[in-house]
């Protein structure tokens, strides 16, 4: 049976291999497809995101060398062009620190210690989050050749003449 979770790459940080493991078996379970990247710091990370393409990534908050929401930071202003949706998962519970990292471009949280059902649930949404904003790049692209198509089709009958004498050489009474 078909999984959304089949043929995706997730990415996990986080500095203890336990969570990394422990998010990895969990999700195994749901595909036999899916692959799993780690990484235990947000330098690490942002290497793999530099070079693979990520359906979703979970981090840490607190990790050495680079700490998650430095993570998140440098990767939604590096590569902005590239939409991976992304949960920290954290023992906090500090409202401001949450709402930084929502405002620095994470998407979801994952409170640990965590339940299976929602590290579950949660990456089931971030994959669906990354299918639609799949979907929209493909309609942001027909839509993009469909003006260059127009405007190609407009300069072949009418030259090079502005928008004002293309209408006005129409004849159309003014409403």
């Known amino acids: 049976m078909s999984s959304i979770f089949d043929d995706k790459r ?7 291999p336990d969570v990394r493991y422990l998010c990895r ?24 995101v530099k070079s693979q393409a990520l359906d979703a990534i979970l981090s ?5 060398v680079m700490d998650g929401a430095t993570f998140v930071t440098e990767l939604r202003l590096r590569y902005r062009d590239r939409y991976t ?15 930084d990292l929502l405002e620095s471009g ?6 640990k210690p965590m339940s299976p059902e929602l590290l579950v649930a949660t990456v089931h949404s971030l994959l669906r ?4 904003f799949g979907a929209l790049e493909n309609r942001i692209q027909t839509l993009e050749r469909n003006l260059r198509d127009l405007e190609q089709s407009l300069r072949d009958r009418y030259g090079t ?3 004002d004498e293309i209408f006005n050489s129409c004849n159309v009474d003014a409403f």
């Open 161 to 163: 003449k502005t928008a």
């Open 25 to 48: 078996d969990i999700l195994e379970l749901y595909s036999d497809s899916l692959t799993i990247l780690e990484a235990k710091n947000g330098q690490e990370a942002l290497e793999i």
């Open 60 to 64: 840490d908050v607190m990790m050495p």
């Open 106 to 111: 994470a998407d979801a949280f994952i409170k």
């Open 10 to 16: 997730i990415l996990i940080v986080d500095d203890e």
């Open 85 to 99: 949706p992304l949960a920290i998962l954290t023992a906090y519970s500090s409202n401001s620190l949450n709402v």
């Open 129 to 132: 989050m990354r299918a639609n």
